[in-house]
């Protein structure tokens, strides 16, 4: 690891494996597919490695669906909040599902689409989300339909519907409280479709979740419905799999030790900051350290850290569970080096298979 420069994002294929068996336990138990949720995690060097443990691929942009198509293959869902007149053909020509975000949008281009599976989006007005701005259940959210009327009036033009209302639930108690919400205001929609997609955002990949309720309840749900079952992990399916790794450029003692990496949480790591968390740093020592990243945004921080000795520069930090919404928002602010992509192999081996330059950076612009 000595050998490759930092920052970069390094995907250990042992951890991701891990994950990756426990999908295929909940879909072997449950019945329900399991379809990587590219809007979270689409490094595709390791698209070969998930895809015998996966369904397929759902989107949120064209891009994200050509990608699938291209890279992942097997079923490739198609969602976009809104389709535009010229990319929907395109979008259609990679699908085997699409799904309308609106009856609007179902209006406009169903008629292109009745070559593939069609689907609309429901919006059952409630979310595990403890994030407004995450929260799709929002006041005057615009993201599905939820009036029944409404959506009656679409059954004989759709065989499916997505319901993404979870967001980081690690709580199974609460997924089933909520899923017997649905199966009671919507149960008579239910009936008449052939699909419903449960979205991401369920942590069943998490330490101690208690998976086999799970893939029961899923499962039940399955039968009493006639339906079959989709979940859109992205989290779930790379959780602790990936560590950003950074060097210590500078130290500074202002009222506090403040070790400056090679890296920035703004650009590398922009969720974090969006929603006001910190990083998940070494914890095990003496030695308390802030991490902050190079650029001049004052809040550029990571977080807070210990370790068994003091810092020098030229040491090297690993920042934990740093796959998910990471590589996908990266970012050249600052122009700050972008962190390469490396994946160790299940044998210890690493390799570096993607790295930036000054020409990709350049290339962004104008």
């Not at 929260?135 to 499916?160: H, K, N, Q």
Request: with cysteine.
């Amino acid at each position: 690891m000595s050998e490759l420069q930092t920052p970069y994002y390094l995907i250990d294929k042992a951890r991701l494996r891990a994950n990756m068996e426990k999908v295929v336990r909940l879909r072997e138990r449950s019945g329900a597919k399991a379809l990587l949720a590219l809007k979270c995690f689409a490094t595709w060097s390791v698209f070969d490695f998930m895809r015998d443990f996966m369904d397929g691929t759902t989107s949120s942009s064209l891009y994200e669906l050509r990608l699938g198509h291209e890279e992942f293959g097997k079923e490739t869902h198609a969602y976009s909040v809104a389709w535009a007149d010229h990319e929907i053909d395109e979008a259609i020509g990679y699908a085997d599902k699409i799904i309308f975000n609106s009856l609007g949008q179902l209006d406009r281009f169903g008629d292109r689409a009745k070559g593939i599976t069609t689907g609309l989006r429901l919006n059952p007005r409630f979310s595990t989300s403890g994030f407004d701005l995450a929260d799709p259940a929002r006041p005057f959210s615009r993201l599905g339909e939820w009036d029944t009327a409404r959506l009656e009036a679409a059954m004989s033009r759709i065989s499916g519907v997505m319901i993404h209302y979870n967001c980081e639930n690690g709580d199974y108690e609460l997924f089933d409280h909520q899923l017997s919400r649905i199966e009671t205001e919507f149960g008579d929609i239910l009936h008449k479709l052939e699909w419903v997609s449960l979205g991401g955002g369920i942590h069943f990949t998490g330490e101690g979740y208690p998976l086999d309720r799970l893939a029961d309840r899923l499962a039940a749900f399955s039968q009493k419905f006639g339906v079959q079952v989709y979940l859109e992990p992205g989290e779930a399916s790379i959780t602790e799999s990936t560590t950003l790794e950074v060097s210590v450029l500078d130290l500074i003692d202002n009222g506090k030790n403040v070790a400056i990496v090679d890296s920035s949480i703004e650009a590398h790591m922009l969720d974090l900051l969006i929603y006001r968390e910190t990083a998940k740093l070494p914890q095990h020592g003496e030695h308390e350290y802030q991490v902050a990243g190079k650029t001049c945004l004052a809040g550029d921080i990571f977080g807070e850290a210990r370790f068994a000795q003091p810092l020098k520069i030229g040491d090297r930090i690993s920042i934990a569970d740093a796959a998910g919404y990471t590589m996908v928002k990266k970012n050249w602010f600052n122009g700050v080096a972008m962190p390469a992509i490396a994946i160790r192999e299940e044998d210890g081996s690493i390799r570096s298979v993607r790295s930036f330059g000054y020409d990709d950076y350049k290339g962004s612009l104008s």
